[in-house]
């Protein structure tokens, strides 16, 4: 119904390069938390078992599992 204008195609520019900017940093801010949850789960998973998980703390909350502190972050 109406021709696009020199000033509606230089908006549009302008808008892909301001969308590829802000995805290139939010690619930028989330590639390091990646990484660090990459490194704990590689090099911590083979310490963490299903009692570990779902069990409550013993001795004085010195051994056991981490099950409350599990349930408190997700509720």
């Known amino acids: 119904m109406f021709a696009?204008?020199?000033?509606n195609h230089?908006?549009?520019r302008i808008e892909r390069t301001?969308?590829?900017?802000f995805l290139?940093?939010?690619?930028?801010?989330?590639?390091?938390?990646?990484?660090?949850?990459?490194?704990?789960?590689?090099?911590g998973g083979p310490a963490i078992s299903i009692d570990f998980l779902f069990t409550e703390p013993t001795k004085g909350m010195t051994a056991g599992g981490i099950l409350p502190a599990l349930v408190g972050t997700i509720w």
């Open 4 to 7: 696009a204008t020199e000033l």
């Open 10 to 12: 230089k908006n549009r």
């Open 18 to 21: 301001f969308r590829a900017l």
């Open 24 to 43: 290139v940093m939010t690619l930028i801010l989330i590639l390091p938390v990646l990484v660090i949850l990459g490194v704990l789960v590689w090099k």
